[in-house]
């Protein structure tokens, strides 16, 4: 059974940073993508960003480009959400999903999904 298990969220205040983790399990995951949504509330889900497990080529939303990356750690099955310079419409929850090589931006391209984790940014 694929899971997909978030962590690293919290408080944090305008300007600052934090590490999103989202641990992968129960497959191999090198042909994949695995990518970043958030939703904030009364708001749409949205792409945030995304990786593609063979190569690494990532691409970002407008929105955050410039200011987060996607990392990841091949030999534990993980990537992460470095999220810099924060803002308050940043506030959110983060998604991590994992979807075909061919996967976009787009929510339906993704099978699996984690619980998401909470990210508040204070003003």
């Known amino acids: 059974q694929v899971q997909l298990v978030e962590s690293g969220g919290g408080l944090v205040q305008t300007g600052g940073s934090l590490r999103l983790s989202c641990a992968a399990s129960g497959r191999t995951f090198s042909d994949y993508t695995m990518a970043w949504f958030r939703q904030a509330p009364g708001k749409e889900r949205e792409f945030v960003g995304a990786i593609r497990w063979s190569g690494g080529w990532t691409w970002y939303a407008d929105s955050v480009k410039g200011r987060f990356t996607i990392p990841r750690d091949n030999a534990e099955n993980t990537v992460f959400l470095q999220m810099n310079s924060l803002k308050p419409e940043d506030t959110a929850v983060y998604f991590c999903?994992?979807?075909?090589?061919?996967?976009?931006?787009?929510?339906?391209?993704?099978?699996?999904w984690g619980q998401g984790t909470q990210v508040t940014v204070s003003s």
């Open positions: 999903a994992a979807g075909s090589q061919y996967a976009g931006p787009s929510l339906r391209d993704y099978v699996y």
